[in-house]
């Protein structure tokens, strides 16, 4: 089979502190699914966040509440393996992982918001990324990515047309997605929380009621 004949199965990965997880990630997660037409996209809770405080919520909660959110969502899923590993979550270790468990008949796709593609010249062996894996990144409004230094001729070097050219190769690209993201934010939730305000219709009701029974962020 030739190059131009090539289709891989792309498979995602969503990592993030989800503190708590709520509807705009799992909004955006979905959108990705259809766009890119993901097998599965898979919301990776950080269990020890290398370059942020570590939440005051533990990692086991925040992944239980991942996954009560994708439950009866057969494209979404919890990954969990951040958790079981000592250490800072690197998220290289973790695509050299998928990427062994894959194998390369999967297009393997890291997706990462601007923000974070603004620092991920801090992220540890940033530039094996690609190595292992697609980077899909969230354009939201507001949000520009570098244009100039390091990062932006990294990104222009390994820019991809579009999401189809994701199922050509199992790594080595980046796509730049537009997205129109729910405004919500997990630092909002929590400071609502913590002021006994209502939270309710910004995450699923049944993660709403595991905050409640365990007396989170209050």
């Known amino acids: 089979m030739s190059p131009a004949t090539v ?3 792309p498979v995602g990965v969503f990592g993030g502190t989800f503190n708590p997880v709520h509807y705009g990630h799992l909004r955006s997660a979905l959108e990705l699914v259809q766009r890119l037409h993901l097998e ?3 919301l990776m809770p950080c269990a020890v966040p290398p370059h942020r405080e570590v939440p005051g919520c533990s990692a086991e909660h925040r992944a239980a509440m991942v996954e009560l ?4 969502e057969a494209s979404l899923a919890c990954d969990t393996r951040e958790l079981r ?3 800072p979550s690197y998220t290289i270790d973790s695509l050299v992982e998928l990427r062994g468990e ?12 601007c923000d974070a593609v603004l620092q991920i010249a ?16 969230i354009a939201r409004p507001g949000w520009q990515l570098p244009d100039s ?19 050509q190769r199992p790594a080595g690209g980046i796509v730049v997605e537009q997205l129109r993201p729910l405004a919500i934010s997990s630092t909002e939730i929590r ?6 305000h209502s939270v309710r219709y910004l995450l699923p009701e049944p993660v709403l009621e595991y905050i409640q029974q365990h007396s989170l962020y209050h």
């Open 7 to 9: 289709r891989l199965t």
């Open 149 to 167: 230094g390091e990062v932006a001729q990294w990104l222009q070097a390994h820019r991809l047309a579009g999401g189809e050219a994701l199922r």
């Open 102 to 113: 894959l194998g390369e008949g999967y297009s393997l796709c890291l997706v990462m918001g």
């Open 69 to 72: 959110a994708v439950a009866g």
């Open 40 to 42: 599965q996209l898979r």
């Open 122 to 137: 801090d992220w540890h062996r940033w530039r094996e990324l690609l190595d292992w894996a697609h980077i899909v990144v």
């Open 191 to 196: 400071e609502h929380l913590a002021r006994g």
């Open 85 to 87: 590993r000592p250490g």
